[in-house]
């Protein structure tokens, strides 16, 4: 259990126990770009019959329209919602071309429910791209300035930055690195009800311990050597206006109670100052950090954590990869036209970047583009982390094209179970880089990894085994991967399942 299992955070963040989600089907991509982020959400476990003249897709409040594109089929594709909220997916009699994540496929498909809350993109026609995925409830017009998405997850984070934005509480935004900490800040600021006031911003990381307090809460004159004159700290720059905090786990240690002490009461003392000052500051901070796990002064976490914002990783939401990448073309200010193609795996990748990751990638294609040249995912995202193996959004193998500084390739016939467990175990559990260890494909890998006696798939080893591991290993899941033998990516997403908060 962590400090986050005692945080007050909106209850629209988590609704999995309200009842039965909702399956919907996104417009990632499409001919009219108009047409990207309308939505279809289906009623009850009634099939949904996809093809060019239904279902109907809009916006909230808008006219619902079909797909309508001349190459997706009359014919319908069948989607059937089952026991378990497995879904079957029943291809339509006709020529069209049909895509699941990236790959072709000839015949039915059957997802788990664990697949369509990853998001399962389907490509139709090689001109339409859909996200068929969970809702978890309906969709909503509640705009926040730079924060795009239409999926269930950042409905509930504007929801959140609405609701305590013209509050007085001190907010915490936790994410991964790109999951737009800041840009919510920002927007917590612009809708707080004095947007004119000035928002002060500043990186904790950045902060040496020597003149931390100094930059924080100003200086007098010769307070100690080298200050000629005295410094307005950052605490009264933000005076009726908005402090912060970014990165503010890797704030330093002789701050942090000064810092208690400011957001307690908003007093606090200038070094070599004889009397203390005020600040009437509001106080926001981020961290992509568990707080809970690094040395950081609890009693300052609980102050900070008046209420908590989990900013969602790109990955849980795929269904916004379209509109996300209208909005970060719209806002650099390029005119790029991405084949479909590309969108679809987009759309599929993992994003250990997030948004800004994706950011970076379209700035690359455009590029590319420009030049006449057709730009893979394989060729945009290379130096970056690679996704580590299968994820569960794929319920098919795609095979990935290969770096061209791995080594040469190798017959997967001629690798021992001796060979497999080296090489992941040399990779710390990743199976993209144990795969270009061994000279094979991914597929190829989890094909042997299957077979192999020592090797366990997260799925089959029982929670308790899990728990007690993850224990040991004090959550590390490269560490915990290797005491069980089991592929370090797919483990921490079972891990995920099994212990969501």
């Known amino acids: 259990m962590t400090y986050s299992d005692f ?12 009842g039965a989600p909702l399956l919907a089907l996104t417009i990632v991509w499409h001919p009219d770009r108009s047409r990207i982020g309308e939505q279809f959400v289906g009623a009850g476990a009634d099939p949904i019959e996809l093809n060019r003249f239904a279902p109907l897709f809009m916006r909230p409040g808008g006219e619902g329209l079909p797909l309508g594109h001349g190459g997706i089929s009359r014919q319908p594709l069948r989607l059937v919602r089952e026991a378990g909220d497995t879904v079957t997916v029943t291809l339509p009699a006709s020529s069209m071309a049909i895509d699941v994540n990236g790959r072709p496929v000839t015949e039915g498909l059957r997802f788990s429910a664990e697949q369509i809350g990853a998001g399962q993109i389907l490509t139709l026609g090689r001109a339409v791209v859909l996200c068929l995925h969970w809702m978890q409830r309906l969709p909503m017009p509640n705009a926040v300035p730079g924060l795009a998405g239409v999926g269930s997850a950042a409905i509930g984070v504007r929801e959140q930055i609405h609701m305590v934005a013209r509050t007085r509480l001190p907010v915490l935004l936790l994410g991964e690195t790109g999951t737009g900490k800041e840009i ?23 902060l040496g311990e020597a003149t931390a307090a100094a930059e924080l809460f100003g200086a007098v004159e010769g307070a100690f050597p080298g200050a000629h004159a005295a410094r307005t700290g950052l ?22 109670p000064m810092l208690l002490r400011a957001i307690e009461g908003g007093d606090y003392r200038p070094v070599g100052a004889a009397q203390d000052r005020h600040s009437s500051a509001r106080l926001l901070a981020a961290s992509d950090q568990d707080l809970d796990r690094v040395t950081f002064n609890q009693a300052l976490l609980h102050r900070l954590e008046g209420f908590v914002i989990r900013m969602p990783l790109l990955r849980e939401r795929r269904e916004d990869v379209g509109v996300l990448v209208l909005d970060l073309l719209r806002e650099a200010g390029l005119a790029l036209e991405p084949p479909p193609t590309l969108v679809a795996e987009l759309a599929a990748y993992d994003w250990p970047g997030n948004v800004r990751e994706l950011s970076h990638v379209l700035q690359r294609a455009a590029l590319m583009l420009g030049e006449g040249a057709a730009p893979t995912l394989a060729q945009l995202v290379r130096g970056a982390r690679a996704q580590d193996e299968e994820a569960p959004h794929e319920a098919v193998v795609r095979e990935e ?59 089959t080893i029982p929670e308790d085994d899990i728990a007690r591991a993850m224990d040991q290993c004090a959550g590390d899941v490269e560490r915990c991967a290797a005491l069980l033998k089991t592929p370090a990516e797919a483990l921490r997403r079972r891990w995920r399942l099994l212990r969501p908060h």
């Open 7 to 18: 945080t007050l955070t909106s209850p629209l963040s988590d609704l999995e126990g309200a």
């Open 235 to 256: 605490f009264a720059l933000a005076d009726g206006g908005t402090l912060f905090l970014d990165e503010i786990g890797n704030a330093p240690a002789a701050v942090q």
């Open 184 to 206: 919510a800040a920002r927007a917590i600021h612009a809708l707080s009800g004095r947007p004119e006031a000035p928002l002060v911003a500043v990186n904790m990381a950045a």
């Open 401 to 459: 094209v290969r770096d061209e500084a791995a080594g040469p390739r190798r017959r997967p016939s001629a690798l021992s179970d001796g060979d497999v467990l080296a090489a992941m175990a040399g990779n710390d559990w990743n199976i993209q880089a144990a795969a270009q260890a061994l000279g094979i494909s991914r597929p190829s890998l989890y094909k042997l990894l299957e077979d192999h006696p020592q090797i366990r798939r997260p799925e």
